[in-house]
């Protein structure tokens, strides 16, 4: 089983135990009253609560009571939490996954905003035996339903399948008895032609392929110097299937029609080349601190932040959650730090190339530009150089622009600094004390804390310079977040 909101229960378990009764499950959920993402632990044989105690001891609802010297304060969960976790359940959405191959079906179940999990059948109706035990009765009969349509679908398909490979056998003998004549005489001299060794040795069925075309990569300029795109450069891109003319033989049979290889043309993200070097990384506040030294090696990164009609492309095929809205040219927001790696791992196999997100550090180096000022052009904010909060004009409303709207760095990056949080590969770490210094991702296994950098529309110019950063529940979705590819070299 897989999923993004699974947590056992630590405390340990009689071998006699109901396993559906003592397993405690957590979501994150977001308050509808204090905007806090909490987490609520849930099983079968008490009601929803916090999971966390520090977490209860932060509610306003809980604070309220306290100075109310209210002795009854043995909340399971807060009025408005409760609330929040119906109207997302409410909203989930449950379906059954069942593989062409035959395999085990499984249910696929996404909670707005909370979390989106696969499960075996037996663990999706384990959690419909806990939504139900605390009154979610249409979230139960979705998972039990789906369940048992993942159980039924991979047998159904199996008869068919059967089923038609004995109509087509008994078709063939038919064909072969009835419509079968006697072979003419070979002639005296026989010519081989085209058609005749067609028919004698016919060409093996060629494989399946996609096609990849990448619209520009450019490769980076020395700083300070402009970005020259090379335009419909492809990568591991396949010729196009050549039809093949065959004369008819004037007594021969027609030949059965063949399929043309399948061709699927999947627009890869713009790619910037970024050369090595080694930078001081960090910045004035305490998380950026203490300054650094680190060196970079070459690489490549997204021009701009992925957008929405190449989030969409993913979706099509079915390899990502289909999560945001709007025009194809704005950049992709509302993806969680696994989303995010969804659409890496679903390129990387379309493309053939191991595509990742950056380390904080390639992200730093590379919306610097070769510069040391807090942003890439300078010390201080200008109007029209970032999409940032008050970073233009005073009456000008924060919002979401499509990429490219400003100008690019030295590096031929677009929107690094405002425009969208972007997710980088790093765990969070409350200083850079103990940092790599050769540019590579620092992670801590047991965490889901993950760095966001450039800073959002909503946010102000503090954000967007090119060593602020930020952190973020890698779990959590959030309007703001979005994310740029990078590719070792």
């Known amino acids: 089983m897989t999923g993004l909101d699974v947590l056992k229960s630590s405390q340990p378990q009689p071998p006699e135990a109901d396993e559906g009764a003592l397993t405690t499950v957590t979501y994150p959920v977001p308050c509808e009253r204090c905007g806090r993402v909490v987490r609520v632990g849930l099983n079968a044989l008490r009601a929803p609560s916090f999971h966390h105690v520090a977490e209860q001891a932060l509610c306003p609802e809980i604070q309220e009571r306290r100075s109310k010297e209210d002795g009854n304060l043995l909340l399971m969960m807060c009025g408005s939490l409760k609330q929040s976790l119906a109207a997302v359940c ?14 085990t079906g499984r249910v696929v179940c996404s909670i707005p905003g909370v979390s989106i999990a696969q499960y075996d059948t037996d663990e999706a109706r384990r959690r419909a035996e806990i939504w139900q035990a605390h009154g979610f009765d249409k979230l139960a009969r979705r998972l039990r339903k789906a369940a048992a349509a993942a159980e039924r679908g991979p047998r159904v398909w199996a008869r068919a399948g059967a089923g038609l490979g004995a109509l087509l056998l008994a078709a063939a003998g038919l064909w ?11 002639p005296s001299q026989p010519q081989t032609t085209e058609a005749s060794r067609a028919l004698a040795d016919p060409p093996q069925a060629e494989p399946s392929f996609r096609m990849v075309t990448v619209q520009s990569v450019s490769a980076a300029p020395a700083p300070g110097a402009a970005a020259d795109a090379v335009s419909e450069t492809a990568i591991n891109e396949a010729p196009p299937p050549q039809e093949q003319s065959v004369p008819p033989a004037a007594d021969a049979m027609p030949a059965a029609p063949t399929q043309s290889p399948e061709t699927t043309k999947v627009r890869l993200p713009d790619i910037v080349m970024i050369p090595g070097g080694t930078f001081t990384m960090g910045g004035t506040e305490s998380a950026e601190l203490p300054l650094h030294r680190v060196t970079i090696k070459p690489f490549a990164l997204g021009k701009y932040p992925v957008t929405i009609g190449e989030w969409k492309e993913c979706v099509a095929d079915k390899a990502c ?29 379309t493309v053939g190339k191991p595509f990742r997100l950056p380390t904080e550090a390639e992200w730093e180096y590379a ?7 807090k942003f890439w052009w300078g010390d201080q904010m200008r109007p029209g150089m970032a999409n940032c909060s008050r970073c233009g004009e005073a009456d000008a409303p924060a919002q979401l622009m499509k990429i490219g709207s400003f100008p690019a760095n030295p590096f031929g990056l677009y929107d690094m600094g405002g425009g969208v949080d972007q997710w980088v590969a790093d765990n969070w770490h409350k200083s850079y004390q103990g940092a790599p210094s050769d540019g590579s991702a620092w992670l801590e296994e047991q965490s889901f804390i993950h760095v966001i950098r450039s800073g959002s529309w909503k946010k102000d110019a503090s954000y967007a310079r090119s060593g602020s950063r930020d952190r973020y529940d890698g779990r959590v979705r959030y309007p703001t977040h979005g994310f740029r590819i990078a590719l070792s070299l």
């Open 90 to 103: 409410d909203a989930a959405e449950v379906e059954a996954s069942t593989p062409a191959n035959g395999g």
């Open 367 to 373: 919306a610097r530009g070769g510069a040391s000022t």
């Open 176 to 186: 072969f008895f009835v419509a079968r004549e006697p072979a003419p005489a070979p």
């Open 321 to 349: 959650a289909d999560v945001t809205s709007g025009p194809d040219d704005n950049p992709v927001t509302n993806v969680n730090y696994d989303d995010a790696r969804d659409y890496l791992a679903w390129l990387s196999r």
